[in-house]
Each structure stands twice: as structure tokens, then as C-alpha cells.
């Protein structure tokens, strides 16, 4: 028999690291190849790790909330074989990922290099950095944070920590003097978020965020203080869009076994407004404007559990009405299955989020950060409407369909997001019925 070193994966660019959530066997059970056997989170996405080999799990080295690092050994497996001193070599070679979509997006990160490989020279977790960003911690007030993280590694409450004590720590204060003489603009006193104690009555019930809850809830307060955020509504006659859904459904369902929804329609309508007004296809990097070259289009998932995650579709404006049917099936699919890779939730670059999925009618969304706007498209319902024809006005039963559009008001103006809004709306409502799929 020999031994066998199940490493963490890697889990696409910019990802190092990852804490375990549970594992899926215990030590002693036997494990076949692929079989998952442990639940990981990134600050982007929960997935399994499956193993590459078959084989007897005898040791557990990484346990739960633990974290581990990527080549890192997290399990020691016991397959067959002859002899322990070459288990090294015995290891699958580890599946090399596609290398993703060229990315502008890079540049965004870094402001956060400088602090990232300081003088410390510890890891810092993306969130960390995202933390150490927005409050401008510099190198020496980072170098005088103690983590008490796994090996003094500086976790995200160190740095809560830090920025809520800074103005109380003469130490700091000096600090943040001879920096603030530099670059004065830059030192101004960070905004800390107060903690409210509230109180309860008998029968409250005390329910604990659980991790992916508590990076939504502090991505979304990080947006709405990062982004001025303005909303545009429309009301949109998709009609044309459902006939042309209900004559083509069955047949791709037959043809291809994938299910066809609204969505592929709603992505190839933005797909094409983002060809039209380029300038909705950006981020904003301090003074700096990054226009980015690829369209990746992030789709909000509702999960079992209540959360919401954002998969991407990637170089979506390259898809046909098929291939987005299909990309959005999968991503959907895996997304509810805990099946994601990191890599699946990078690079957007735009995000619609189908708030008619559950019954509503419009919704102002958030936007993902370091995106720009994000459209909500709401129910369709059939209402009268009043249309024009040759012979006068009449009134007729439409599908009618409310479309919002919140958007940066630092970059995109009322004139740029209204616009862009309308487009999408003429391309649905100018849906060819005869269109391939």
C-alpha cells in the first residue's frame, strides 16, 4: 500500500486560499475516485473538493474552519500500491484550468499589491485586502496589526478591530500624521460602521449569519457606500419574446434536453445594448475609467438556503441563443448544487438579476462591485395596452414586463443609464419572431 496526499486544488486566479466547512467522510471510511469528500468556501463560493484517486481516507490534516492554502496537503489517503517513500510521486498531477478570459479588472487590484506583499510578508485574504483598501491602511499600520488568525495570520475582525481603535492609539495617531503630510487627501478619517446592540423580547429568536450571509451583507453595505446609486425604470412589451419562447421551447428542450427560459433572451437584449453604449461596460479604478474589453455577464442565483451567489457567463456577446441557454443552465445547475468554482464567480462585468422569478414586478438591485449598473428585469403579466395601428389606437392583451436599471452616478450619467435602458427594451420589443436558436 502507499500513501496518497489529497491537496487543495486551485481554484482560479487570485484565489490562494480556502477554510474548510465540513468534511464529507471520516477518517477510515474508503473513498472512490471523484467522490467528494470535503466542503471548502472561498470569499467568493462554497464548493466540493473531489478526490482524483481511490483509496482508504486514513488521516485528516486540514479539520474544519481550518484553513488551508492551494498544494497545500489537506488529507493523507491510503491506495494501492508498493511502498511510502515516494508518495509524492504518486499523486495525480493536478487538471490544469483554462486560462480565464483576459481581464482589465487586474489593474483594480493594485492598489492592494503594495500591501499585500509588504514588509510583513504574510498572505492577506481578498477580503482582508478589499478592508485594507477602502480604510487606507497603510504598511506600517498593517505591520503593527497582530493577527490572531491560524499562524498570527491577520484575519478580517483584526483589521475591524484596528480601524475602530485607530483614533484612540497615540502610536497610530503619530502615524496617520506623517502620512496624512504626504498625501493629505488620502488620509482622511475612515467612516466606521457602529455595531447596535438591540434588544429582545421573550420568544425572539437568535439566529447567526452564516458566512456566505455575512460577505453578502457586507459586500452590499460596501456598494451602496462605494456607488451613488440612481435607479431608471421602463415597462417593456415582450410579447413577440413570449410567442417566440412558447413556439421554440419544446423543441429545444427536445433537441438539445436543456430547458429554454427567459434568460438567454434577456442577456443577448444587454449583450447587444453594451455593443451600443460600451461606456455602461466599465469600472472605476480612483480617477481612472477601465473600459473593459470582454462582456461577462453576471447572473444573481437565489439558493436553497436563502443566499444569493452571481455566476458569470463568460465572453457572452461570442454565444449563440443555444450556447447562452446552455451556459445558463449549467451555471444555474451547479450553482444550486454547490458545485461552483471560484473561478465561476469572477469577472463580471455587467449583472441582470430576474427579481420575476419570484413574482415580482421591479426591484432596485445593488450593484456588484467593481461593476457599474445592474439591470432587474420583473414578472411578466398580461395587461391591456393601448397599440397604434394604421386604423387608429386600440386596446389589446400584451405582455408586459417592468425593467429597472440601477447605475454609478460617479460614471454613468441619468442621460447613459436611461439610455442604455431604452435600448434593452427595443431589442425585446423588437424580437424577431423568425430569430434561430
Known amino acids: 500500500m502507499a500513501e496518497y496526499k489529497l491537496l487543495l486544488p486551485s481554484m482560479g486566479e487570485g484565489v490562494m486560499e480556502a477554510t474548510v466547512i465540513t468534511w464529507l467522510v471520516n477518517e477510515g471510511d474508503r473513498v472512490n475516485e471523484d467522490d467528494s469528500v470535503v466542503e471548502i468556501a472561498t470569499d467568493k463560493v462554497d464548493s466540493d473538493v473531489p478526490t482524483p484517486v481511490s483509496g482508504k481516507l486514513v488521516k485528516i490534516l486540514k479539520n474544519k474552519d481550518e484553513i488551508a492554502k492551494v498544494g497545500e496537503p489537506i488529507a493523507i489517503l491510503e491506495i494501492e500500491g508498493e511502498g511510502t517513500a515516494d508518495a509524492e510521486a504518486v499523486e ?15 489593474a483594480l487590484e493594485e492598489p492592494l499589491k503594495a500591501v499585500a506583499s509588504g514588509e510583513s510578508g504574510q498572505f492577506l485574504s481578498p477580503l482582508v485586502k478589499s ?3 477602502q480604510e487606507k491602511i497603510t504598511e506600517a499600520e498593517l505591520s503593527s496589526i497582530k493577527g490572531t488568525g491560524l499562524e498570527g495570520r491577520i484575519t478580517k475582525d483584526d483589521i475591524l478591530t484596528f480601524v475602530k481603535n485607530r483614533g484612540s492609539q497615540p502610536a497610530k495617531a503619530e502615524v496617520a500624521r506623517t502620512e496624512t503630510k504626504e498625501t493629505p487627501k488620502e488620509e482622511a478619517k475612515p467612516q466606521t460602521q457602529t455595531v447596535q446592540t438591540l434588544p429582545t423580547s421573550a420568544g425572539d429568536e437568535i439566529i447567526p449569519m452564516d458566512r456566505m450571509r455575512k460577505i453578502i451583507a457586507e459586500n452590499m453595505v460596501k456598494s451602496k457606500q462605494i456607488s451613488p446609486h440612481v435607479t431608471s425604470f421602463i415597462e417593456t412589451d415582450v410579447t413577440n419574446v413570449v410567442k417566440w419562447r412558447n413556439k421554440n421551447k419544446s423543441l429545444f428542450e427536445k433537441r438539445e434536453g436543456e430547458k429554454l427560459t427567459f434568460m438567454p433572451i434577456f442577456v443577448r437584449a444587454v449583450v447587444r445594448a453594451i455593443q451600443d453604449y460600451p461606456m455602461i461596460n466599465i469600472s472605476v479604478n480612483g480617477d481612472q475609467i477601465l473600459k473593459k474589453k470582454n462582456i461577462n455577464i453576471g447572473m444573481a442565483t437565489a439558493l436553497p438556503d436563502g443566499n444569493l451567489i452571481v455566476p458569470v457567463i463568460k465572453n457572452a456577446d461570442q454565444l449563440s441563443l443555444s450556447g447562452l441557454a446552455k451556459a445558463i443552465n449549467d451555471l444555474a445547475h451547479r450553482a444550486r448544487n454547490k458545485k461552483l468554482k471560484p473561478e465561476d464567480t469572477q469577472g463580471a462585468t455587467y449583472t441582470i438579476s430576474n427579481v420575476g422569478s419570484f413574482g415580482n414586478l421591479m426591484g432596485t438591485p445593488i450593484i456588484p462591485q467593481p ?5 432587474a428585469v420583473g414578472a411578466i403579466v398580461k395587461k391591456p395596452a393601448v397599440l397604434e395601428t394604421k386604423d387608429g389606437d386600440v386596446i389589446a392583451i400584451r405582455n408586459l414586463m417592468f425593467m429597472s436599471h440601477s447605475y454609478d452616478h460617479r460614471v454613468v450619467d441619468g442621460s447613459l443609464g436611461g439610455l442604455f435602458l431604452k435600448r434593452v427594451n427595443d431589442y425585446l420589443e423588437s424580437w424577431d419572431l423568425d430569430t434561430e436558436v
Not at 461593476?371 to 439591470?375: M, R
Request: glycine share 0%; no cysteine; proline share 13%.
Open 92 to 106: 495525480v498531477p493536478q487538471k490544469e484550468e483554462p486560462a480565464p478570459a483576459v481581464e482589465v479588472v487586474a
Open 131 to 133: 478592508i485594507i483598501q
Open 371 to 375: 461593476q457599474v449598473a445592474i439591470l
